[in-house]
């Protein structure tokens, strides 16, 4: 039931943009958790309205990528409540994005995330709201990872606790010089809640990821590319002499995956999110209709007629 349903939304996000766009939230979300969870969305955002500070901000480039911002630098961009809201917000903007290629995640001033705001942590320590809160953003970092658009969180100083587990909501890390991510649940009597834990196996492996939590270990740079965490290493810190600003460098990384036109982007972004989600057979059902929204579509028909070679 839930493939199906997770075919459909990688379906019905890739070619009929109009009828996505006009399906209700929660039928289009690809979210993990539903009212059939018991699951309230409504009731868990006004709770963490109540926590303010800080914001998520978006900016949607003419180039298709945007830039997702976490703004709270008094607090070295921890998630206030309201910014989970503003996640999921953002989130919903960008599955309406129809020109959408690309995303970058990045900090504000300097560095990346300090994970959630532990003022807010500290307010709903109870069981039943941290259920809630844990659910809230599962859902919205689900629905980040399977944006039809490739992602990359950029990394500088430090993405610690619920930071870290952000990062692994995109399809691509890079770090800039110095940075570090850090999974520093267990100091806090802890392990991931945002979905961190089930993302970090896929993409280190169980004995990395045991590693990574069990010893809340520093990743640098070095050591994430060692272990497949992380993707590229950025030269410098913002405005360093010599070195292009960190935002540029990432724009440059990602414009190899992103150069050409929209529709075949995303289907490119929703191929491989059908085969690392799904069973194989229905992965291949899915490939095959995906693949039925760029053949003869226009960008195919001018490759044909321009005689193109791949040398
Ligand atoms: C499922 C989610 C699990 C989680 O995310 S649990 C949260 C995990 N994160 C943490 O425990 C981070 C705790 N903070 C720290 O370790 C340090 O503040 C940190 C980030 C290494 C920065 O150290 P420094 O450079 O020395 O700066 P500092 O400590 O003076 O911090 C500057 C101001 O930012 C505040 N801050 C940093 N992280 C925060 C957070 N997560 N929640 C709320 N406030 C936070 C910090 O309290 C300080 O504020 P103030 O200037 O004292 O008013």
Redesign the pocket.
């Known amino acids: 039931m839930v493939l199906f349903a997770l075919r459909q939304q990688v379906l019905r996000c890739s070619s009929h943009c109009r009828t996505w766009a006009r399906l209700p939230q929660r039928q289009r979300s690809g979210c993990v958790y539903s009212s059939i969870h018991g699951f309230n969305q409504g009731e868990i955002k006004e709770k963490l309205q109540a926590f303010h500070g800080g914001s998520i901000d978006l900016l949607k480039q003419d180039s298709g990528i945007a830039v997702l911002t976490i703004n709270n630098p008094?607090?070295?961009n921890?998630f206030s409540g309201s910014m989970m809201v503003d996640l999921e917000e953002r989130v919903s903007q960008l599955e309406n994005w129809p020109e959408g290629k690309g995303l970058i995640v990045q900090g504000a001033a300097e560095t990346f995330c300090?994970?959630?705001?532990?003022?807010a942590?500290r307010a709903i320590s109870n069981q039943q709201d941290g259920m809630k809160m844990?659910m809230f953003?599962q859902n919205s970092l689900t629905r980040l990872l399977r944006l039809p658009l490739i992602s990359v969180a950029l990394v500088e100083g430090?993405a610690?606790?619920?930071?870290a587990?952000l990062t692994t909501a995109c399809d691509f890390r890079l770090m800039a010089a110095g940075s570090v991510i850090q999974f520093?649940?267990k100091h806090?009597g802890?392990v991931?809640?945002?979905g961190g834990a089930a993302r970090l196996v896929h993409l280190v492996g169980s004995q990395n990821a045991l590693k990574l939590l069990g010893g809340a270990v520093k990743v640098d740079p070095e050591l994430g590319v060692n272990i497949g965490l992380v993707d590229g290493v950025l030269e410098g810190h913002q405005n360093a002499e010599g070195a292009a600003p960190l935002l540029q460098q990432a724009e440059n990384w990602l414009s190899r995956y992103t150069k050409g036109p929209a529709p075949v982007i995303q289907a490119v972004k929703k191929v491989v999110l059908s085969g690392r989600e799904l069973p194989l057979s229905e992965a291949l059902r899915t490939e095959k209709d995906i693949f039925g929204t760029v053949w003869g579509a226009p960008a195919n028909l001018e490759a044909l007629a321009s005689k193109s070679k791949h040398k």
């Open positions: 008094s607090r070295m921890a300090s994970g959630s705001d532990l003022n942590v844990c953003m430090r610690l606790g619920g930071g587990e520093v649940h806090m802890l991931p809640g945002w």
